[in-house]
């Protein structure tokens, strides 16, 4: 089977920096990606690490250990339009690629 | 660029109703996917295809089939609706394993079963 955990909610005030971590379970890893979801909206892509280390793109960066089987999605200089859903997702090679996602971050940004 | 277009936005079914839902993508990406929300919830996979004339079993499959006849479309079809399959469905496109892990998704398509 497959598992992804991540905390279920976080809160933090502008200008912080927050940190949102996601622990997996699965066969034929291939990659993990981070999605941004605003309420009543689509997922839209973030960043993706399909190799271990530091991913940077521009306010967000993620970061991945294949060997703990651990990421995270880093939020710097937060504003009041980052209050979304947060969502790690597994990507696997086993036919094809298919994409599990966790079960989703709530992150509130307070002023 | 229209991107991943779904149809229709919104449907109420009666238990035991079909209905179809359209997925169009026009970035010619060999890989989609369709997936379900529920409040609160993450994404489950319910079928994905890897290209034309194929597809293949996610998560939660049961109650669902689909079809990818022409590359640029993904059918998500429901049989016999029942009221555990009110959700929010959600399309997604990927060029492959080439796509560096990004999901191209819809807007959604809000189905309520009574």
């Known amino acids: 089977g497959q598992s992804l955990e991540q905390p279920s909610e976080v809160t933090a005030v502008e200008g912080a920096i927050v940190q949102i971590n996601c622990t997996y379970q699965?066969?034929?890893?291939?990659?993990l990606s981070w999605y941004q979801q605003h309420d009543g909206g689509a997922p839209t892509f973030l960043s993706y690490n399909g190799l271990d280390g530091l991913e940077e793109t521009g306010r967000f960066s993620s970061f991945l250990s294949r060997s703990d089987s651990y990421g995270y999605l880093l939020l710097q200089e937060l504003q009041m339009k980052d209050s979304a859903s947060y969502f790690c997702a597994v990507s696997r090679a086993d036919y094809g690629q298919n994409f599990v996602f966790g079960p989703g971050t709530r992150l509130s940004v307070l002023p | 660029n229209a991107g991943v277009t779904q149809t229709p936005k919104f449907r109420v079914l009666k238990t035991g109703q079909s209905m179809t839902l359209l997925c169009a993508q026009d970035?010619?990406?060999?890989?989609m996917y369709w997936y379900r929300q529920d409040p609160g919830m993450g994404l489950r996979l319910i079928h994905y295809s890897v290209g034309e004339g194929t597809t293949a079993k996610g998560e939660v499959p049961d109650g669902y089939n689909v079809s990818r006849l022409k590359k640029q479309n993904f059918l998500l079809g429901l049989e016999s609706a029942a009221p555990s399959q009110t959700s929010v469905y959600f399309c997604a496109s990927s060029p492959g394993t080439g796509g560096a892990g990004e999901l191209f998704f819809g807007e959604g398509s809000r189905l309520t079963v009574l």
């Open positions: 699965t066969s034929g890893f291939y990659g």
């Open positions: 970035m010619n990406h060999e890989y």
